[in-house]
């Protein structure tokens, strides 16, 4: 993607020109100030929550759980990949149980997991740890399965042991694939800690927002969602910044083919 | 992947799957405490059977279809038309870029407690929150699609003297139509999530508030029979996607498989 500074400017000026407009049609009650409040008040009570530590404490306990769950995941799923995507009889074994659960859309988990764990911390890092399985899951299997066959040949040539080529080889070769679904993973489990925050919890910043809007504080509703799209926003950068260290011998890979 | 069965039985697979729904059976079966969180296969199914033949799960199934149909449909028409317009006209992409990665890495729920309060709890609702949820990758790889047609088809369009309507029309949307497809197949799984979502939030009937309401009247195996029926709707779904996948991109492939490699 090309990167002119002018049209950075031009969408900033957008933006900027957004909240003139929103509060001039909530201010001339274009809309029911009552769900539509000025720009102006919800930017006042962001600012409150921020210093008063509310949000943060919230956002805070959501990332908690969120971590928690997306971790699990990685550390359970991203071996379950590469012995799948290594060894076909695991893949056979699992194959089966895998199509039939992955169709299960996530949110529906929330009941179930409520049943067992409760409302819980451990309810939300379940729900978290389930639905982030299947990107990571498939993907690392992917990305192992479709490793140039060279490679691995190669090591074999060389006597680098089993677990050596697992490391050395295998790990770094399907590294960008298992990247991707570290990646949709970590979308996921930003929706699906607010989903399950919001179906069954007291705190967190998904109840949060649903709460501010059934006690009819609808700017702090609007405040909590501005704070998880700067949450999402800081989290995508973050993992991109992360992608680009550990991946750099990558990029440098492919811009020299070209 | 796809019509695996076809090519050969994987019978170590489900033989697997076999052993875990006995263990599922018998374990539950011993233990009266663990039935009750997890009842045995056998009952969950025939309460499937029992809610069938009673009439009363179909309703909330078709509900969610109905939802999620509308949902689905219509952000692919918005969400299409407009990748097109913002693909091809840099300068209206450039105004609008920011405000769309401002909007876009929100979790797309955080927007069901606004549309209550704006449409209430009803089917507009529902729809609505889908709609939103299902534009934003269709309409990133709508956008990606077109900015990635070879400039010569563009060209050569331009100098036939082509209108900048037909061009949208007959190079742009067929140039990016692999791209928009992958959209429009990220965006089921989510908006099958939206639907169940605010279901649960409002409920109001539709498969996620008859899940959640069994759960809460601690009708457990109704609970699994309304989770067994959701999976099978979203597997259906994905199924029906493929095909039409591959009956509309016959000319793509075909392209691709004589091109040179």
């Known amino acids: ?258 | 992947m796809h019509f695996a069965w076809k090519e050969k039985l994987n019978l170590p697979g489900l033989a697997t799957l076999a052993a875990l729904l006995l263990l599922w059976e018998a374990s539950t079966r011993l233990s009266p405490t663990l039935q009750f969180y997890f009842p045995p296969l056998s009952q969950i199914l025939l309460s499937l059977f029992d809610l069938f033949l009673a009439r009363e799960v179909v309703g909330h199934c078709l509900t969610t279809l109905g939802r999620f149909l509308g949902g689905y449909l219509l952000s692919a028409a918005l969400a299409v038309s407009c990748g097109i317009a913002l693909g091809y006209f840099r300068r209206t992409y450039n105004l609008c870029e920011v405000l769309i990665e401002f909007l876009r890495p929100m979790p797309s729920v955080a927007i069901i407690p606004v549309a209550i309060l704006f449409l209430g709890i009803g089917d507009r609702m529902v729809v609505a929150v889908t709609v939103y949820a299902c534009t934003w990758p269709i309409l990133i790889n709508t956008i990606d699609g077109v900015r990635n047609i070879d400039g010569t088809l563009i060209d050569t369009g331009r100098t036939f003297g082509l209108s900048r309507w037909t061009i949208l029309r007959k190079i742009a949307l067929p140039g990016a139509s692999p791209y928009i497809l992958t959209g429009l197949r990220i965006s089921l799984p989510i908006g099958l999530i939206l639907v169940t979502t605010s279901e649960m939030v409002v409920g109001g009937g539709g498969l996620g508030f008859f899940i959640l309401d069994e759960e809460r009247s601690l009708r457990t195996s109704n609970m699994y029979a309304g989770i067994i029926l959701v999976a099978l709707l979203g597997y259906l779904l994905n199924r029906l996607f493929l095909v039409f996948e591959s009956k509309a991109m016959v000319w793509h492939r075909g392209m691709r498989a004589e091109g040179p490699v």
């Open chain 1, 1 to 258: 993607m090309k990167w002119n500074k002018e049209s950075k400017l031009n969408g900033l000026i957008v933006l900027l020109a957004v909240i003139p407009i929103w509060e001039l049609v909530s201010r001339g009650e274009l809309v029911n100030p009552l769900f539509f409040p000025p720009m102006s008040k919800i930017l006042r009570s962001f600012f409150l929550l921020v210093f008063s530590g509310d949000i943060p404490y919230q956002i805070l306990l959501s990332l908690k759980r969120a971590a928690a769950g997306y971790l699990l995941a990685a550390i359970v799923f991203i071996p379950l990949g590469i012995a799948m995507g290594l060894f076909g009889w695991v893949h056979r074994l699992l194959e089966i149980i895998i199509e039939m659960a992955r169709p299960i859309p996530p949110p529906v988990v929330v009941p179930v997991a409520m049943l067992f764990f409760g409302l819980g911390d451990e309810m939300k890092v379940f729900v978290i740890f389930f639905s982030c399985a299947w990107p990571i899951l498939l993907n690392t299997f992917d990305g192992v399965r479709n490793i140039d066959r060279i490679l691995i040949n190669t090591a074999r040539t060389f006597r680098v042991s089993r677990r050596g080529a697992i490391l050395k080889v295998i790990l770094p070769a399907a590294s960008p694939q298992i990247m991707t679904g570290l990646r949709i993973s970590l979308a996921v489990t930003l929706i699906l800690v607010v989903i399950s925050e919001m179906v069954g919890s007291t705190d967190g910043i998904g109840y949060f927002i649903l709460d501010s809007q059934r006690r009819f504080k609808v700017d702090q509703m609007y405040a909590g969602m501005l704070s998880l799209a700067i949450l999402g926003y800081t989290l995508n950068q973050l993992f991109l910044l992360f992608y680009s260290s550990v991946l750099a011998w990558h990029k440098g890979l492919i811009s020299k083919q070209r």
